[in-house]
């Protein structure tokens, strides 16, 4: 599957409830769905993945903090969002009831990128 597609699958998809009891991805799992997130970093440990925007100013960083916050209130899947220097928007991203990644997590960030398009 292509790149362009496997982003497209995230971005169709629906995140689903996870409250543990479930194995986190794989590291080699998590590398290949990172083909589908572009400019996403998977840390070193496999379990967690983030990007970070330079934006205009602070107001279009709150803008995009509620928007992402409305994005993660309709998948039920809530990411941790930092501004800092006013005007940098950092999202990472991990399933906090298995300390890892799921699907979910890459389904989530596909659309906070479709979200800035």
């Not at 790149?3 to 991805?25: H, I, N, Y």
């Not at 602070?58 to 309709?74: M, P, R, S, T």
Request: with cysteine; net charge negative.
């Amino acid at each position: 599957m292509s790149d362009e597609v496997l982003g497209a699958t995230f971005r169709s998809k629906k995140c689903v409830p996870c409250e543990g009891g479930v194995d986190a991805c794989s590291i080699e799992q998590a590398r290949d769905w990172m083909r589908g997130l572009k400019d996403w970093t998977l840390d070193s440990s496999g379990k967690k993945i983030s990007k970070t925007w330079k934006l205009k100013n602070f107001v279009e960083c709150l803008a995009k903090v509620n928007a992402i916050g409305a994005l993660a209130e309709e998948e039920a899947h809530h990411p941790d969002v930092h501004i800092e220097n006013y005007r940098m928007l950092r999202v990472e991203i991990w399933t906090h009831a298995i300390d890892g990644l799921s699907e979910n997590d890459f389904i989530l960030a596909a659309k906070i990128d479709a979200s800035f398009q």
